[in-house]
């Protein structure tokens, strides 16, 4: 068989895994992904700055007023009003009035909202280039492709500094957006196959099916309808697809559309996300929300909590690899600000923590680190304070589908795995606590879960064709792109559970899912697998939680037990 083609690259950091057959697994080819910005600008030719009256937009991204009192309130599983967190801990409006002040009289426009987290400027280059004292530079990259980028990470000026945290979105550099999902001979597991796996069916039994609920995903574009119609037809025939699609080509950047060389790639993904949910929770909204600038992530996450302020998000995109890229810092820091106001308004989050195991930074790219710093590292969108990380397993299935055992994914001839590791950006959250924890971890550790993600054991899923992208094709598909949207998918049902009994959502799972590992006295149910088998290319999995699996796989009947007894005797108030 030859090589299968195109796995994990830049902007897709959790995307699916090469499609190797479960019969005769075959070597997956390097990826032709774009570099890292640092990467890019040491290998492209200089053409000096760019016209001082270019228009430029960036972003600030603002400090919180109390942040402690936003750690404590996720630390206690609490949740506010949109209104009650722009009074209590949005950024403070006298100091960021000061800063629009001063922007203003840089020759600088601003946008902000009372409550926002991130205030966006714009104006004529020269304008921004003397306000944050760098230079715009023009660069043509290897390939032909013309953008500019600062030559160095901005400084926060000394006027902004405790009111500033944060400048993102100087570059215009286009990070590939490319994620694979091939076809094989092999199908792959069903929506029922996992249902059975996980213990979802008594759920599905009392006649759950996530209706009322609304999962939003982000995505670089969306599959023809043709696709989705074929998935429904195959496993939903009752229940078809109920997907809106929102977009905002002017602030967050237009997304791929057929004719796009890489639309098949990324409309892939799309349907591996939306396909998963569908199959496991198909009563559900689902509402996509496209973009093509990876620095717009906040402000997506931002719109799909104002429009949706209920919703179940799942992401498998990022716009770092690894916390080491040039730029991974601030851009964090603008992802964790707004993450963690969607967890206080009590949004659940499910982020993909990233296919290349403990090494993050392990690109498919021919050079070294440029910057010499070691693999070892998570994806910084994962690593977010206000997200549940989620990684990845091998699923072992009875031949009724029934729960055999788990592995943490890891394939070392391949470089595939689980994301995981800790962080040294983000610190360990109060609410991070569980038996296999190190005592001395100072940093955000993940992944905090995980679900299926081997090609081996991958999911069936029918995607666009390569070279036709209307002409679905069906493989098997895997990474933590598909755990993601599995754990929003199972989060729907146990969300119209909740509301069934008048209670509470899940809202941030990660407080109540830590609790869970803990066995508190009173618990009804268990709510995990503990995985204790193999590793992600560099930790083992173990007893408790570890940085391949996490705290485990979902026991699904378990875990809606768990929630349900959380609502009543946590209870969700500030």
Partial sequence: ?????????????????????????????????????????????????????MPVRFNLTLAYRDP????ALLGRGSRVTALEFANRFGPEPTRVNAAVRLLASSG???????????????????????????????YLAAGGATFHAPVMEPLIPAPLRGTVIAITGLDDYQRDLTAAVPSADVYGVTPQDMSTFYDITPLHQSGLDGMGQTVAFLEWGVPPNSV????????????????????????????????DAQYSAVAGEAALDI?????????????????????????VVKAITSQFPHAIVSSSISGHECEQEQGAASDGAAENQVDVAAAALGTSIFWASGDRGAYACLDNFPDQDPNANTE?????????????????????????????????WGEPAEQWGSGGGVSTEVPRPSWQQAP????????RGLPDVAANADIISGWDIISPGSAHPAQAGEGPVGGTSAAAPFWAAITALIDQDLAHKSLPSVGF???ALYLFAQSPVGIPAQAFHDVTLGGNLHDAAGPGWDMATGLGTPDVAGLEQDFEWYEHTHGTGT
């Fill in 509 to 511: 799972a990660d407080p």
């Fill in 376 to 408: 070892i590292s998570v994806m910084p969108d994962a690593s977010s304070a206000g997200v549940t990380a989620v990684g990845g397993t091998t699923a072992f299935l009875t031949p009724g589908a029934g729960y055999a055992q788990e592995s943490a």
């Fill in 1 to 53: 068989m030859p090589a299968t083609t195109l796995a994990c690259v830049l902007c897709v950091a959790a995307c699916s895994t090469p499609a190797v057959s479960t019969r005769t697994a075959t070597a997956a080819a390097p990826s032709t992904g774009k570099v890292p910005l640092d990467v890019a600008i040491r290998d492209a030719r200089d053409l000096g700055m760019v016209p001082a009256s």
């Fill in 68 to 71: 402690a009192g936003v750690a």
């Fill in 436 to 443: 296999g924890m190190p005592a001395t971890m100072s940093g």
């Fill in 228 to 259: 989705l119609q074929a998935y429904a037809r195959k496993f939903t025939p009752t229940s078809p697809f109920k997907v809106q699609v929102h977009q905002d080509a002017a602030d967050w950047g237009a997304p791929l559309v057929d004719g």
């Fill in 275 to 299: 396909e998963i949910v569908h199959g496991i929770a198909p009563g559900a909204t689902e509402v996509v929300y496209e973009f093509g600038n990876s620095s717009a992530i906040p402000a």
């Fill in 108 to 138: 600088l426009a601003t946008s902000w909202s009372p409550g926002d987290v991130a205030l966006t400027a714009s104006g004529p280059a020269g304008a921004a280039e003397h306000f944050l004292g760098v230079a715009l530079h023009r």
